[in-house]
Nanobody, 124 residues
Framework: QVQLVESGGGLVEAGGSLRLSCAASGRTFSVYAMGWFRQAPGKEREFVASIAWTSGRTLYADSVKGRLTISRDNAKNTMYLQMNKLKPEDTAVYYC?????????????????WGQGTQVTVSS
């Protein structure tokens, strides 16, 4: 089992920045990649970004390219999401997730472990 705990959410004005963290514990050696998803009220959970744990290869949703940056610190077993130039449409609960295989990074069902989520609210 892998346990994931997110932190760093909050309320920010449009154009502002936040950094989310996701601390992993447990059988972290089994993790192939991790990702961030978000879910706004009444909408499906959507892919934001992913990072391969060993290679560091990243993938982003088109809607966040150039504004959000995913990174990881292997020594701390922690993943980050630096969010800049935030927009009201970025408002959602953000979830971190981990998967043990090389399946598609953008599909939630391909992830084995999930955090509890952290709320990000961007005011206009």
């Amino acid at each position: 089992q892998v346990q994931l705990v997110e932190s760093g959410g909050g309320l920010v004005e449009a154009g502002g920045s936040l950094r989310l963290s996701c601390a992993a514990s447990g059988r972290t050696f089994s993790v192939y990649a991790m990702g961030w998803f978000r879910q706004a009220p009444g909408k499906e959970r959507e892919f934001v970004a992913s990072i391969a744990w060993t290679s560091g290869r990243t993938l982003y949703a088109d809607s966040v390219k150039g504004r959000l940056t995913i990174s990881r610190d292997n020594a701390k077993n922690t993943m980050y999401l630096q969010m800049n130039k935030l927009k009201p449409e970025d408002t959602a609960v953000y979830y971190c997730a981990a998967r043990s295989t090389a399946r598609s990074a953008t599909i939630p069902a391909n992830y084995d472990y999930w955090g509890q989520g952290t709320q990000v609210t961007v005011s206009s």
